[in-house]
């Protein structure tokens, strides 16, 4: 069966290259990316790239996902408290499946209370608050702890979506 990786960005200001570069690789290797935000409209990156979403973020609850992605840029903010975006991290950690997020998107994570006692990164500006969530912070560019998988930012892209597609052939 073949596999199935949701990517979630937010509506505005997603980081371009943590979307398309990982996207990229997964597709690659054969696995279905879908794209989801709160919006099926048009979302638009920070360097200006467009993206029509597949489907809501809501509707994933539907999907049979292999991992779950937050993508980030300063408009993954939009989803820091949001209690869908927290119940659909948890239900997929719960259910063994891999869960991650690239940049600031990791504080998603800390929110959703799935950093505690684990190996995390993040852009600089979210060390406090993955911190807080009980997050060990490492500052590597790429840092996995078991189904968890966080990324510090773009430059970190390629390599987080290489992590990726490892941790799915697990």
């Known amino acids: 069966?073949?596999?199935?990786?949701?990517?979630?960005?937010?509506?505005?200001?997603?980081?371009?290259?943590?979307?398309?570069?990982?996207?990229?690789?997964?597709?690659?290797?054969?696995?279905?990316?879908?794209?989801a935000s709160s919006t099926t409209n048009e979302a638009v990156g920070k360097l200006g790239m467009v993206v029509k979403p597949d489907l809501l973020i809501g509707e994933l609850?539907?999907?049979?996902?292999?991992?779950?992605?937050?993508?980030?840029?300063?408009g993954s903010w939009q989803y820091?408290?949001?209690?869908?975006?927290?119940?659909?991290?948890?239900?997929?950690?719960?259910?063994?499946?891999?869960?991650?997020?690239?940049?600031?998107?990791?504080?998603?994570?800390?929110?959703?209370?799935?950093l505690k006692g684990k190996k995390a990164t993040v852009f600089?500006?979210?060390?406090?608050?993955?911190?807080k969530g009980g997050a060990v912070y490492t500052g590597n560019p790429v840092e996995i702890d078991g189904r968890l998988l966080t990324g510090s930012g773009p430059e970190a892209a390629a390599e987080f979506g290489r992590e990726l597609v490892r941790l799915l052939s697990k």
């Not at 997929?92 to 959703?112: D, E, F, M, R, S």
């Not at 600089?124 to 911190?131: Q, W």
């Open 1 to 35: 069966m073949q596999q199935k990786v949701a990517l979630i960005i937010a509506e505005k200001i997603f980081r371009d290259e943590e979307y398309e570069i990982p996207k990229n690789i997964l597709e690659e290797n054969g696995v279905t990316v879908l794209t």
């Open 61 to 74: 609850a539907k999907e049979e996902l292999d991992a779950v992605i937050f993508i980030g840029g300063g």
């Open 80 to 114: 820091f408290d949001d209690a869908l975006a927290h119940c659909l991290a948890r239900q997929n950690y719960a259910a063994q499946k891999i869960v991650g997020a690239i940049c600031i998107a990791p504080v998603i994570l800390a929110k959703a209370g799935l």
């Open 124 to 131: 600089p500006d979210g060390i406090g608050e993955i911190e």
